[in-house]
């Protein structure tokens, strides 16, 4: 397996380390994790160096309050391995991965969590896997040692509503072990508590995707940081990306549809009033159907307004950043042309 991927040709092995640039980034966020921290380093350099090939750790420390940031401060005085990102305060998993990407160099990224659940020795093998012609390699945790908590319901369900409801056909998407090509990750933007939703949001910019089985193992130091509570936030962050998947470029599709629907409603109610208040003169003043034209007419035209207005915001968000709405993947044309 590892050495499919090192004569592959792709990844070329230590000579674009010459250049500066390694083969591969690790990134890491990093909430108190300082037990953690000496035994993930080594697993990695092991992991990575039996495969040959060159590569960075990037450790994104998240305001911890434990020591983590000291430690990947001198470590990274230390080896030529390991760039320590300190952030300012505790910004949450997502902005740390963003910020990991953002300080990576290679082509391709790995991500993976700090406190040894995922096991280092699985990256080979998820790099070999993204050189078959992948964009991105998801980790999937057969085998989850967590709580029974956390494994069964909420993550159980959570899989499964992102899984019907974004299309992308993988099991696990809380498992952090995962593969990339830099370039995917440098057309997503990550807000909230996007970071699981990476394959979602690969799979909108058109990135092929795959899983493998990983390895998982129980917490050996520290705690979880996170409770029931991110259900509820995930949650949220799916109707986010669903909005996001169908309807980026054109919410007047959604807006305006709606806005249509409530308008004729209330407009039919109202020609109904209008007429038995002029054909039998009955007092129409206090029918709650009434209020219910009014109500509708009201929410329609908001609706369509606020739909013209995701219109002119979505054209500010692409053309401002120079996003154009599609992804090329590759363009083949005769070199005589
Ligand atoms: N983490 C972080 N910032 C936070 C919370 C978590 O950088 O605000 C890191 C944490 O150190 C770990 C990873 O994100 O490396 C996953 O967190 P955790 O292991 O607590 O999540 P779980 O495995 O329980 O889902
Ligand atoms: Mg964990």
């Not at 397996?1 to 040709?9: A, D, K, Q």
């Not at 037990?35 to 305001?63: F, K, M, T, W």
Request: with cysteine; charged share 20%; proline share 4%.
């Amino acid at each position: 397996m590892r050495s499919g991927l090192v004569n592959s040709g792709k990844l070329p092995q230590n000579e674009t380390m010459s250049s500066g640039v390694p083969d591969v980034s690790v990134v890491i966020p990093v909430h108190n994790e300082v037990e953690s921290l000496p035994h993930l380093l080594e697993a990695i350099a092991s992991a990575l160096r039996a495969s040959q090939l060159s590569y960075e750790i990037i450790c994104v420390d998240d305001g911890s309050t434990d020591g983590s940031a000291q430690l990947l401060k001198e470590q990274a005085q230390r080896r030529s391995d390991l760039k320590a990102v300190i952030l300012r305060r505790n910004y949450g998993q997502t902005a740390a991965m963003a910020a990991g990407f953002n300080y990576a160099l290679s082509q391709v990224i790995v991500t993976l969590d700090a406190d040894l659940q995922n096991d280092p020795a699985d990256i080979p093998i998820l790099l070999a896997k993204l050189e078959e012609g992948y964009d991105l390699v998801s980790g999937w945790r057969q085998n989850r040692q967590d709580g029974a908590m956390k494994r069964l319901l909420p993550s159980k369900i959570a899989n499964w509503l992102i899984r019907s409801s974004t299309g992308v056909n993988i099991h696990d998407y809380g498992c952090s072990l995962k593969a990339y090509r830099a370039e995917l990750v440098a057309d997503m933007n990550l807000y909230g508590e996007l970071h699981r939703f990476l394959p979602a949001l690969a799979y909108i910019e058109g990135a092929r995707i795959t899983e493998m089985p990983v390895r998982h193992h129980a917490r050996r130091f520290g705690r979880s940081k996170y409770g029931l509570w991110r259900t509820f936030r995930v949650l949220m962050d799916l109707l986010t990306i669903l909005f996001m998947k169908r309807f980026l470029t054109r919410p007047m599709h959604v807006f305006g549809l709606l806005g249509l629907v409530s308008i004729v409603l209330g407009t039919a109610l109202g020609i109904h009033l209008t007429w038995v208040k002029l054909a039998t003169g009955e007092n129409i003043g206090n029918r709650p159907l009434l209020f219910l034209a009014v109500l509708l007419l009201l929410t329609g035209v908001q609706l369509f307004c606020f739909g013209l207005l995701a219109e002119l915001q979505m054209r500010t968000y692409h053309e401002s950043q120079g996003r154009p709405i599609y992804r090329v993947r590759e363009v083949v044309k005769n070199s005589d042309q």
